[in-house]
């Protein structure tokens, strides 16, 4: 059967449309992804304005027609933390079901991770072990451990690249101080988290996923050995700091022309880096290996996993 994932998240509205059939890898046949970056539309009093509304719909509505148009049997609608947390939001998530005309789940920030952790897991296998897993989003940042599918110990922190675009690096490009003060920020709210994940045993293998870690991957990571293409890629801790008074110098429009930066990353990209790197750091994690799948491959295998199943010839 044709399924489609409507990621509804804070940097982009992104559909995954894929063949699947129960106990069989999914295979994706449109992926199709309009940039929004709803925290450029943040009202002071929290609130989503109403560009910002008018444009997530449109974008929703769009979405909805392609998979009409591609014969989705169902479409699996999500939204994360913009939509969630926003003032308006339960206003704002009536209009975008008005638009699906279904109901649309508004995932939480664990349950994010969960379901990123279940992509991760099932990219690597069960033979990966114990994974520790970094996923930055335009609003939080998850992260989640464990040696199973289900993790042991998942978090949500809001500092996701495109929040702190707009809260700390207004400037294009950023200043150093601008950067250095965005740095002690994710310091001080990564600590309570590294306590928790403290006294988890040493991972197997760290992983990051999410299209600005692969981006990143791609500006300063490595192959590894043996490979090539961004499934089986590194990026080392310190590739990442060494690129990010680079990329804070360069001003958001020439950073398309580095390996890796898209047009829907330039604006972000400084953010992730140094969120990223803070979080590493505090991790004591030296290298992160690239997971090409995520929360919308986490949504399409839960899903799968639902679907009855009769074994051949039962």
């Known amino acids: 059967m044709r399924l489609g994932v409507l ?7 992104h559909l995954l449309i894929a063949d699947v059939i129960p106990g069989g890898r999914p295979h994706a046949t449109t992926s ?3 940039v929004l970056r709803l925290m450029r539309y943040l009202q002071p009093d929290g609130s989503i304005s109403e560009e910002g509304v008018t444009a997530l719909v449109d974008a929703v509505a769009e979405a909805r027609d392609i998979a009409a148009n591609e014969n989705v049997a169902e479409l699996l609608a999500t939204a994360t933390s913009a939509v969630r947390e926003a003032k308006n939001g339960t206003e704002v998530i009536a209009r975008i079901e008005q638009a699906l005309g279904q109901e649309l789940q508004v995932l939480g920030g664990e349950t994010e991770a969960r379901f990123t952790f279940l992509a991760v897991r099932r990219w690597f296998g069960w033979s990966a072990g114990q994974i520790l897993l970094f996923d930055i989003g335009g609003g939080s940042l998850e992260l989640a451990a464990g040696a199973d599918e289900l993790p042991d110990a998942a978090a949500s922190v809001p500092l996701g690249a495109g929040r702190m675009t707009v809260e700390y690096l207004p400037n294009d490009p950023p200043g150093d101080d601008d950067v250095d003060r965005l740095r002690k920020h994710a310091r001080a709210t990564l600590a309570p988290v590294a306590e928790m994940f403290a006294g988890m045993p040493k991972p197997d293998h760290v992983v990051g996923s999410s299209k600005a870690i692969r981006s990143l991957a791609k500006l300063a990571g490595d192959p590894m050995p043996g490979w090539s293409g961004i499934e089986r890629m590194v990026l080392p801790r310190s ?13 958001a429009e020439a950073r398309e ?3 890796g ?22 991790l004591d994690v030296d290298e992160l290996e690239i997971s090409p799948w995520a929360l919308r491959e986490g949504v399409l295998l839960r899903y799968i996993e639902s679907l009855s199943w009769t074994p051949p010839g039962a």
């Open 239 to 251: 590739a990442l700091k060494a690129w990010i008074p680079r990329l804070a110098r360069i001003p």
């Open 32 to 34: 199709q992804r309009t």
């Open 257 to 259: 022309a580095l390996p």
């Open 7 to 13: 990621d509804i998240g804070s940097n982009t509205v």
């Open 261 to 282: 930066i898209t047009a829907d990353r330039t604006f972000q990209i400084v953010a992730a880096a140094v969120v990223l790197h803070q979080a590493m750091k505090i």
